[in-house]
């Protein structure tokens, strides 16, 4: 930061309005002291996805902080600086100083005992050295900034609310689920409430999601305040960064991904991936082409291959995932929304064949690739793979099979389509089909065979993670790495 100016004054004041707790938690006739700081400078364009950090003495007694960010420059419309903060333990990369993130959603915030905005954890004030973090995000852009930040007095808290905790699991019944992977809230840049989040998912035909709020783990704290007995949420979280993008299945509630990760910087994602895989199960690479997606795909476990309404940057997707299978990786692929606002929620989604209605089984099936991707929840498919000779064998999407001669793959569907079949090799059956059940023979070369739904007018209806063949003359398979 250059030529930045620093004023600061601290005022003992009586105010009222929304950062004056109430009267009578001071005791009658006394309102809270106040210390107002203000902090100015300059984020230039050498500076574009570059923190910019300002840091603050908080001194003991504090309460509540309140940070409200204004923007403005020469020209007619100012850039973005995201929005974060974190407390006296540190905002080192990995340190544990977290307290939120709200990206761009927001220009303000609170942070308090027991209540905090949407983004940002509640939580004692301690004293100590507290830092903003800006993170300018637009090209080319001189953007000048202002930060006011209120620190409120006051009584502790006698006593922290607890978390409250999306439930584990709902039911033990195997089936197919239909599960958004890819969820935003209010606690970023989402316009839904959690609650608001769940009813609308209900109303689309959905059985859960993955809660995957960018940077923060706030909503995770909460779900179980809107829980709904027949709604799955599983804890997630979308490390959000200018070079790319990657989703956290089954991660802890109280765990936080440093995003603020170059992808030139092969250590710093290493140590990234490390901590993810430790405090979660599963790693996403995000709309790989929507923004490209630049750090190495190879610690990723699965492809976001379908991103909202189809698209050139999905087809570029599947074609990223399908080299990959072809090279021998087997990474899973999951469909969805990017559910940010009004809307269909369930346009696409990812369909999981789990033993049972739970974040751990619904986990599992993704990583297995027991899994099918859907326009809407209106389409239903399915696909196996069996042995002519023995047709009692069969093999279903994500599961292996031992071949015996001759293989066919029995594909259904209760939509009309262009079906294409294809394995490592390329493009093996390509036919128009009416609602009902197909029957294709499988090359004897396959090493995994994988479906393609696809409308007239070339968009995706559905399509299927691979079926696994293992041969037994030369027990070559595509095994998981």
Known sequence: MT????????????????????????????????????????????????????SFTVPEGIVKISV????????????????????????????????????????????????????????????????????????????????????????????????????????????WYRIAPHVHTVHSDGRLTPAEVIALGKASGLDGIVSTDHNTTSALLHWGEVQDPEFL??????????????NIFGLDPHAWIDFRIHHNDTLRYRKAVAKARKAGRLLVANHPYNLDFLYDVTPMDGIEVWNSAWSPANERAVELWHTLLVGGNRKFAVASTDFHRGGNIASPHTVVRAEALSAEAVIDAIA???????????????????????????????????????MQAEFRSNTAGRLRLTDQQGWFSDTSIAPGTVVVSIPERSLWVRAELRAEDGSMIALTNPIYIQHPLTTQSLLPE
């Open 3 to 54: 030529n930045t100016r620093i004023r600061i004054s601290a005022l003992l004041l009586a105010i009222s309005g929304l950062l004056t707790p109430h009267p009578a938690a001071f005791g009658a006739g006394k309102a809270p002291k106040i210390h107002e700081l203000t902090f100015s400078g300059k984020a230039t364009p050498g500076q574009y996805y570059v923190p910019v950090y300002t």
């Open 68 to 175: 409200t960010q204004h923007l403005g420059s020469g020209e007619a419309r100012p850039g973005n600086l995201d929005l974060g903060i974190f407390d006296e333990r540190g905002a080192g990369f990995e340190g544990p100083g977290f307290r939120g993130w709200s990206g761009g959603a927001r220009r303000s915030f609170e942070i308090g005992e027991t209540e905090a905005t949407p983004g940002y954890l509640a939580g004692r004030i301690n004293r100590g050295r507290w830092t903003v973090i800006q993170m300018p995000t637009t090209a080319g852009r001189t953007t000048d900034w202002t930060l006011k930040i209120t620190l409120t007095e006051g009584p502790r808290a006698k006593k922290l609310p607890a978390p409250s905790y999306a439930a584990p699991q709902l039911n033990d019944k195997p089936g």
């Open 233 to 246: 949420v599983i804890n997630g979280m979308e490390v959000t960064y200018g070079q790319g993008h990657w």
């Open 368 to 406: 297995a690739g027991r899994s099918y991707m859907a326009r809407d929840t209106s389409v239903e498919i399915g696909m196996q793979v069996r042995n002519s000779a023995t047709p009692v064998q069969h093999a279903d999407i994500g599961d292996t099979l031992l071949r015996s001669g001759k």
